[in-house]
């Protein structure tokens, strides 16, 4: 069954009163890929998946896809849990003050606890992964504590689409080498589609399936990495 991941086509973007980012962009990425999104900072990355989760309305229901739906208008892929971003740090926006770091005493069973509707063995099985102590308090744990708590939430609905914004950059390199076979294990065996934007590329090289290089909004290269297995021009990613 032909199912269609990303599809991004002639998108043109800009900031409120600055020169355009993204203009007539255009990419496809497949249903089942893990695909790295990488570029220098700047480049555009974090917008393009913002967009991407359907964060900020660009051009018409055609311009930008996910799953064959609008990622903007067809708010059922967000709600409904397929279609998942997670970056930034943990805040909330509050009008004028902008995006405020989350406060306050809750425990991280709290937290997790919280999301309704999911499935007790995919929560207990992330839990352990992370590493997580139910007993956290939010405001006492250190960053990349908070940052698993974080992961955990974001990951315990079954999305098919997942964005990823440089979230593992707080994480150990032991729950961040189990987090990457935990996705993989996803692609493989649900057919989920992910995007991962990262400067970090330590055990990239066999875990991505296709890379897209952005740089200054323009996409300058989107191939399989399939058949470079192997290929030390990977290491060099
Ligand atoms: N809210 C905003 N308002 C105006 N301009 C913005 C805003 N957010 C980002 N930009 C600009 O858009 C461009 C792309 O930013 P973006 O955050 O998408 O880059 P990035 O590739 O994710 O960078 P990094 O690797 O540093 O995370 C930059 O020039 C940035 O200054």
Do not use: C, K, M
């Given at each position: 069954m032909a199912t269609s991941g990303i599809e991004v086509t002639a998108m043109n973007f800009a900031y409120d009163?600055?020169?355009?980012?993204?203009?007539?962009f255009t990419l496809n990425i497949a249903h089942g890929s893990r695909c790295l999104l990488i570029g220098a900072n700047g480049s555009g990355k974090t917008t393009l998946l913002k967009i991407l989760a359907g964060k900020h309305m660009v051009g018409?229901?055609?311009v930008v896809r996910v799953l064959g739906c609008?990622?903007?208008?067809?708010?059922q892929l967000v709600c409904g849990g397929e279609l998942a971003y997670l970056g930034g740090s943990w805040s909330k926006t509050i009008g004028s003050a902008g995006d405020v770091p989350l406060q306050g005493d809750f425990s991280a069973e709290h937290m997790i606890f919280?999301?309704?509707?999911?499935d007790p063995l995919r929560r207990e099985k992330l839990i352990e992964l992370l590493d997580?102590?139910?007993?956290?308090?939010m405001h006492k744990v250190s960053d990349g504590q908070r940052r698993r708590v974080q992961i955990c939430m974001g990951l315990l609905q079954p999305y098919k689409v997942l964005l990823l914004d440089e979230?593992?950059?707080?994480?150990?390199v032991v729950t961040r080498m189990d987090l990457l076979d935990f996705f993989k294990e996803e692609c493989d065996q649900r057919g989920a589609t992910i995007v991962y934007a990262t400067h970090i590329f330590d055990g990239l090289e066999t875990w991505a399936t296709h890379v897209a290089y952005i740089q200054d909004g323009e996409l300058r290269r989107c191939e399989s990495l399939a058949m470079d297995k192997g290929n030390k021009e990977n290491a060099r990613l």
């Open positions: 009163g600055q020169p355009q980012l993204f203009s007539r018409g229901r055609d609008s990622a903007f208008h067809d708010t919280g999301v309704e509707g999911v997580i102590d139910l007993q956290w308090r979230i593992t950059v707080d994480l150990d």
